[in-house]
């Protein structure tokens, strides 16, 4: 079955070595949970991340179902930065305000050389799902 | 068949005002042309836009992406800016250098409610598909 | 919240009576459960709906996953036999043995013209997923 | 530069061989042309391949979407039975009556491991875009 081969912690402190900037475009990102085959982020959202209309842009959505994928790779697989996006489908569902984002992502398929994870985005404690997510990663061939 | 209703000057300064934070986070970005069923983006990546091993990262390409989806409603539908993306499928074939990013899209069917497009973006001036991206927006109901 | 109209038993007799051809294309074809905003649909395979390698094929999941949003339509909105795919993204993640497929279908939304949905297909009785979908129906405008 | 490794006769000759039941599923299949980093599929549609309302069904517009990958794969990296889809993501734009379906598909990506496709269906000699996929074939290993 599956298991986590990082922590939460661990995850947090990778993820901003090797990807600083991210601090600065997402403040409030961090991994909230890992579990066995999941992985729940969270940042927070403010006005640059709104689009016309006031509320949160399809960019940030999908930049945190990426970073979700990003962190199933990475606390299922190990340190592997470079571990790439191949694909990526989103719906949008609902509008969300700024605030709190929250993806909960799950690995359903861990390969040798492919995770395929799904991701559900939620905002501001409402159960109501704003957009969903289907994404493949490609993991570097290990060394 | 299918024809523009707004020139690229007029679609640039319509989404200037109706989304002001565009320049800030995508510089040198602007819609290059407009043709009937077809309309061209380009932005100028830098350090903001990368990614973990330097190259161009996911959400920006996603981004471009949506706004040519974005352009290609407002060219031939008019000035709506509260049009929203349904889904955006991005398959990632190749990586990028920052430098100039460039997206081609094409309107496959303009509905009443509905504008489903295709994408392909190339960088720096190479024929190479860096991502393809195919996808939905809906268009608000006429008053 | 989301509620169904009609029950597993209705469903099936609807779908037979407007999709005749369903029991020959696919035998042992039904909706096994209705519950709030979920359906359950199952269907035997055997060597029509197998592709090179002995595996079912692409086709065959894609249709479990396409009749599952219809399912999901029929039993949440009504008898509305002419609702259309509009998009549908699938995953293919494992092989299987010809047999029983089972998909697991949630509404992700339902509103007044789209449903969204995602489907979940194992087979054979085994918790491993073969596939998953996305999709979005288009519901007709009420009369 | 994308170069085709097995003709359209080939291609059809090969077909038939590792996936027999193809004309019985599929009347008048057949790769009409091949050409580097492209390839057309046609195939004859009736009684069998429509659905409620009358038109060419969802699954039916998968299945030439997804032979066109695979003749992708064949033509441009030679006889690989066992390549398979890994992820496929189609829009239905339009209805089409039953007849000559014809799904001209394009390379975007051909890499050691995968080949990224899109595919533009259309039926009955006009140029209206029924529905337009984008897939993704995992190519095995070389022995």
């Known amino acids: ?13 990778y993820i901003c070595e090797v990807y600083p900037q991210i601090m600065e475009q997402y403040p409030g990102y961090k991994v909230a949970r890992v579990d066995p085959g999941r992985v729940e982020i969270q940042m927070v959202t403010d006005e640059r991340h709104i689009r016309a209309g006031g509320t949160v842009s399809g960019p940030t959505l999908f930049s ?3 970073m979700g994928g990003y962190a199933c ?3 299922h697989v190990g340190r592997q930065a470079l571990a790439v996006t191949t694909n990526l489908n989103i719906n949008f569902m609902r509008k969300a305000d700024p605030g709190i984002l929250c993806a909960d992502c799950t690995i359903l398929k861990l390969g040798k050389r ?10 501001n404690e409402s159960d109501e799902v704003i957009a969903h997510a289907t994404g493949t990663y490609a993991i570097p061939p290990a060394r």
């Open 1 to 13: 079955m599956l298991q986590p081969v990082l922590t939460a912690a661990e995850l947090n402190s």
């Open 64 to 66: 945190i179902a990426d």
């Open 73 to 75: 790779v990475l606390s």
């Open 114 to 123: 492919l995770l395929v994870f799904d991701c559900t985005i939620t905002a």
